[in-house]
């Protein structure tokens, strides 16, 4: 987080202290599954602490409510009925090991789909 205004500083010394690190278990590209509701998408970018709205997050069900400590992944998500961009945190996904492929409208202008059905990010989106 090179965001100012999101840095902490210890009292002593007003030196910044860095976030705790965590590792993100999914990669763009990933196939991802939510661990308790009816979706599933493709991971297009990664947060490694959450970095959405208060709002967006005291929105969810207190009981069902993520840490805010932990990678969060941001998703062309799919259920039954629709097409999605998603928001989730790591401790609610799971690998999707279906190798069904993920029919979001938007999948085809950022991956390329190989044979063996994993996703890879086209080329002119790398940096």
């Given at each position: 987080?090179?965001?100012?205004a999101?840095?902490?500083?210890?009292?002593a010394?007003?030196?910044?202290?860095?976030?705790?690190?965590?590792?993100?278990?999914?990669?763009?590209?990933?196939?991802?599954?939510?661990?308790?509701?009816?979706?599933?998408?493709?991971?297009?970018?990664?947060?490694?602490?959450?970095?959405?709205?208060?709002?967006?997050?005291?929105?969810?069900?207190?009981?069902?409510?993520?840490?805010?400590?932990?990678?969060?992944?941001h998703?062309?998500?799919?259920?039954?009925?629709?097409?999605?961009?998603?928001?989730?945190?790591?401790?609610?996904?799971?690998?999707?090991?279906?190798?069904?492929?993920?029919?979001?409208?938007?999948?085809?202008?950022?991956?390329?789909?190989?044979?063996?059905?994993?996703?890879?990010?086209?080329?002119?989106?790398?940096?």
């Amino acid at each position: 987080m090179n965001d100012p205004a999101h840095a902490v500083t210890a009292p002593a010394s007003n030196q910044p202290i860095a976030p705790p690190v965590s590792h993100a278990r999914f990669s763009i590209g990933d196939v991802v599954r939510h661990r308790m509701l009816d979706f599933r998408g493709v991971v297009f970018d990664v947060d490694p602490v959450f970095a959405n709205t208060d709002e967006w997050y005291d929105a969810i069900p207190e009981s069902f409510r993520p840490r805010k400590d932990q990678p969060f992944y941001h998703l062309l998500a799919e259920n039954a009925e629709s097409s999605y961009v998603a928001y989730v945190s790591q401790q609610n996904l799971v690998h999707d090991d279906s190798d069904e492929p993920v029919e979001h409208p938007a999948i085809a202008g950022l991956f390329d789909r190989s044979a063996d059905g994993r996703y890879g990010l086209k080329s002119q989106h790398r940096h």
